[in-house]
């Protein structure tokens, strides 16, 4: 079975940093573009940050640009986010998920997510 | 960065009835545009991708069109596990950007 397991959000304050996980399973981790998505209370999705398994596609969302690093480590299949000079409106539940194996850039398996709460 | 914008916000329909969502972009995604439904409480859920797409078990009564900049998700009898939100999503260039969503509630 496919599963994405995400771990590490909380509540933090302004400025700090905090690292999310998110642990993959049930699938060739490599062969997948794998992609951070978020959602504040009450509103939509934004799309966080993407990567390939080589880092010959990665990307952020100009509202993370800077303050965010997306990596994963083959080894343990897993996916992960630094965040760094967190601010409130990055307050949101993290999803993670994988690109479709029909087409690059779609999502079709996602995570329960991850709570962050920045708020002193 | 690629804008969509959704429309309606909220649609208000009773089951078995049609139900028509647009996402516009503020330039060309060519057929680069995907819908999700989000129920609360859980993770989204891939409908369509590239326009007219149905992803792996989605039935027959979800339905894509469009091209360019003005897409649409038809939901041709809306059945109950159907009330939801739904989003769409392009990947034509990053930033991959997502609408803000239309609500499709019971009347």
């Known amino acids: 079975e496919v599963q994405l397991v995400e771990s590490g959000g909380g509540l933090v304050q302004p400025g700090r940093s905090l690292r999310l996980s998110c642990a993959a399973s049930g699938f060739k981790f490599d062969d997948y573009i794998m992609h951070w998505v978020r959602q504040a209370p009450g509103k939509g999705l934004e799309w966080v940050s993407g990567m390939s398994w080589n880092s010959g596609s990665i990307g952020y969302a100009d509202s993370v640009k800077g303050r965010f690093t997306i990596s994963r480590d083959s080894a343990k299949n897993s996916l992960y986010l630094q965040m760094n000079s967190l601010r409130a409106e990055d307050t949101a539940l993290y999803y993670c998920a994988k690109d479709s194996p029909m087409v690059r850039g779609v999502q079709d398996v996602w995570g329960k997510g991850t709570t962050v709460t920045v708020s002193s | 960065e690629i804008v969509l914008t959704q429309s309606p916000a909220t649609l208000s329909l009773s089951p078995g009835e049609r139900a028509t969502l647009s996402c516009r972009a503020s330039?060309?995604?060519?057929?680069?545009l995907a819908w999700y439904q989000q129920k609360p409480g859980q993770a989204p859920r891939l409908l369509i991708y590239?326009?007219?797409n149905r992803a792996t078990g989605i039935p027959a009564r979800f339905s894509g069109s469009g091209s360019g900049t003005d897409f649409t998700l038809t939901i041709s009898s809306l059945e109950p596990e159907d009330f939801a939100v739904y989003y769409c999503q392009q990947r034509s260039n990053w930033p991959i950007t997502f609408g803000q969503g239309t609500k499709v509630e019971i009347k």
């Open positions: 330039r060309s995604v060519s057929s680069y």
């Open positions: 590239d326009t007219s």
